[in-house]
Every structure is written in C-alpha cells, then in structure tokens.
C-alpha cells in the first residue's frame, strides 16, 4: 500500500519561498510506476493542478506557475519536494501530493490519482 504525507511550514511570509515536502512509502519513486504531483485548493475555489515529476526526473508544470515553481525529487529519502517561488496571498491553500500511474497534465481531481496524501494547509501572511 502506497501512502503519501505532506509536510511543511503552515505560515510562510509574502515574497518567501515555500518548501513543502511528499514523503512517500510503500514504493519506491525511481522504480517507474508512478508520476507523482502537486496539487492545491485554495479556500473556497476548486482544486488546482500544479505540477508533476516523473520516475526519471522529468517534469511539468502548469502555465500559472511554471515561472516560480519547482519539483525536486529525493531519491534516498523517497521524497519529492514543492518549491514555490516569491509566494503570495494567492498561494494560500490546502497543498496535496498524489501518485499515479499514466501521465495526464492537468489531473486535479482526487479520484483521478492512485495514491493521495492528506494534506498540508499554508498561509501566507505578513
């Protein structure tokens, strides 16, 4: 059984960077079974796509991001890592890591992933 945990800071200051991190267990990253993703909802809106790494490293990210986010995979310690550029009010949100096994850009939807962590909140505030 494939199980996924967020972790990170809770409050982050405007203009900082946010780190979070998915630590994954029950598989191995690098084995190549699974893409594994960044997803986030903010208060009161829908769930947002954010990026993905694949097994070899290889990703993609959402347009509306894509200049101030990175995904770095661990591969000792199994875990892949969120790093959001400058944040803003706007990024406050519940932030998900996810796993699953076919590459869809874009996949924002629970039961669209295999594996779906529990979530870790962020807010952004002065």
């Known amino acids: 059984q494939v199980q996924l945990q967020e972790s990170g800071p809770g409050l982050v200051k405007p203009w900082q960077t946010l780190s979070l991190t998915c630590t994954v267990s029950g598989a191995s990253m690098s084995a190549g079974l699974y893409y594994w993703g960044w997803i986030r909802q903010p208060p009161g809106k829908d769930l947002e796509w954010m990026g993905v790494v694949s097994y070899s490293g290889s990703t993609y990210y959402s347009p509306s991001v894509k200049s101030r986010m990175s995904i770095i995979r661990d591969i000792p310690k199994n875990q892949f890592i969120l790093e959001l550029l400058s944040v803003a009010p706007k990024d406050r949100a519940e932030y998900y890591c996810?796993?699953?096994?076919?590459?869809?850009?874009?996949?924002?939807?629970?039961?669209?992933?295999?594996?779906w962590g529990e979530g870790t909140r962020v807010i952004v505030t002065s």
């Open positions: 996810g796993a699953r096994k076919r590459l869809i850009l874009g996949a924002s939807e629970k039961t669209m992933y295999d594996y």
